[in-house]
Structures are given as C-alpha cells and as structure tokens.
C-alpha cells in the first residue's frame, strides 16, 4: 500500500453549503477519486488524524467506535452524518506491540471514538464504511522527529494491506483562512513543501524535520499549532525509502492546500 497525506477540508465542509458553492468542489472530487489508485481494496487502515493529540500514543481500541463530531456552529444535519465502520482491536495491539518493539511507548483506549478528521474525508473516500479503520493519535510534543519515527516503526504494516493516511492540511492557520495577502504566504510555502516531498528520501527526511525553518513556514502553521502537518511526518516516515509526490492542490479560501502520496 501508497501512504496518502490528504486535506480534510473544514470541518463537514463536503456536506454543507459554502459562499461560493464550489469552494469544497475540487477537494470533494479529489478524494472521491484517490481510492481508485491503490492497488486493490486495503484490508484496513490506519488514520493518523490531527484532531487527537496524546501525551502518549494512543490507537482506538474498540470495536465500533462511535463518531466525534467535534466542529461547532455548523449546521444542524452535519450533527447526523454517520460512518459506521468498524474497528479492528487485533491490529491496534499488535500496531502497540510492534512500536514497542521500536522503543515507542504507545496504548490502547478502548473508549476513544472517531473524530472528524477521521470521518469526513473517510465519507468520501470509502463512504461504504466496510473497511475496518484504526486511530492513531500525536503525541503532544508537537515534535517532527518523533513523529517520523512513528512512521518508520509503522511501515510494515503496509505489505500486510494496511492503508496508511495521515488526514491534515498543508496549510492551517486560522487567522490566514479568507484573507488574499495569505495566497502568496501559503504558496510559497506550498512550493518548498512539494520540492521536499519530491526530494530523495535522505533530503526529505532531514527537511521534513527541520520543516519550521522553511519559508512561510511558521505563517501557515503558527508555534503550537502544527498538528495539522504533522501526519504528513507519520506518513512520509511510513514510506521512508520511498518517492514522494504532490497529487493535488487548490486555491481554498485565498491558501493554497496541498495532498501528497508515497509509494
């Protein structure tokens, strides 16, 4: 299996109206598409969100998880949006089992639901909800390296047909979202990201880690709030020996947002 860094959008934003009407059109469509290019159905997979952050790593534990609908102010039937995919409490252990293995301290928590940056794009994607999905969570150390490395302990589970996604956004600060002078900031930004992904493996790695120094780099992901990059770390550490490639972008509330695979 590819690992897929992709944007899950603003909050239930596939399912709702949006001035223009169009604003969500091209991302919709882009993870609608995105399945058709694995190879063949994945046997589950495994969602790095960037809604759960843990001060140790955490894996959804149960076996049907209930849904987290962790937006606010949005409209009343984005409230009712269901994704009942099961679980898979076997993998999580032995996903915990191997990280240890790895020296990664990491737990179970059986009373964890799915949150929206697990759930959204997943109606898009795979809306048939038959693929059992596990959580994974950050670690509160909001720390690249750290985050790379959990993807390198994980990496093994792709040749079990395991699918690997880390759900963010390229760009994510709040204040930027809507205003035109961000466009530029976000761009360039953007640019550095997809020549990095691009790179060879080494290169990618090590500017992946020092990603803060980037250009823009803390203008679209402020200090403390870079948990929407980070699954692109757990993802791409997840395919460290492989290409990176930029799959798609789009000029979304005056920023750029990007999605990236590995294989």
């Not at 009712?80 to 191997?98: R, S, V």
């Not at 302990?153 to 709040?174: P, T, W, Y």
């Not at 080494?202 to 990603?211: G, H």
Request: proline share 9%; aromatic share 10%; net charge negative.
């Amino acid at each position: 299996m590819p690992t897929w860094f992709i944007p899950h959008g603003a909050g239930p934003c596939f399912f709702m109206d949006w001035n223009p009407s169009d604003t969500w059109d091209k991302t919709g469509k882009f993870l609608k598409d995105l399945p058709s290019t694995l190879p063949t159905k994945p046997k589950a997979i495994l969602m790095i969100s960037a809604h759960w952050i843990q001060p140790t790593i955490s894996l959804t534990g149960a076996q049907n998880p209930e849904l987290i609908y962790d937006y606010h102010g949005f409209p009343a039937h984005t409230y009712d949006l269901q994704y009942p995919t099961k679980g898979d409490p076997a993998l999580a252990k032995e996903i915990i089992e191997t990280l240890a293995s790895s020296q990664i301290k990491a737990k179970l928590d059986a009373s964890r639901g799915f949150d929206h940056g697990m759930f959204i794009p997943m109606l898009m994607m795979f809306p048939k909800a038959d693929i059992p999905v596990i959580q994974l969570s950050l670690h509160n150390n909001l720390d690249p390296q750290t985050h790379f490395n959990l993807g390198v302990a994980l990496e093994k589970f792709r040749d079990q047909g395991v699918l690997i996604i880390g759900s963010g956004m390229s760009f994510h600060n709040m204040r930027g979202y809507g205003q035109p002078a961000f466009g530029p900031i976000s761009d360039e930004f953007d640019e550095w990201l997809a020549k990095t992904v691009e790179s060879d493996p080494v290169t990618r790695k090590q500017s992946l880690i020092d990603w803060a120094n980037a250009p823009s780099a803390r203008l679209c992901h402020p200090p403390g709030q870079e948990e929407h990059l980070l699954p692109l770390m757990v993802v791409a550490g997840a395919a460290s020996k492989e290409k990176g490639y930029k799959v798609f972008t789009d000029r979304v509330l005056e920023t750029s947002i990007s999605a990236f695979v590995f294989r």
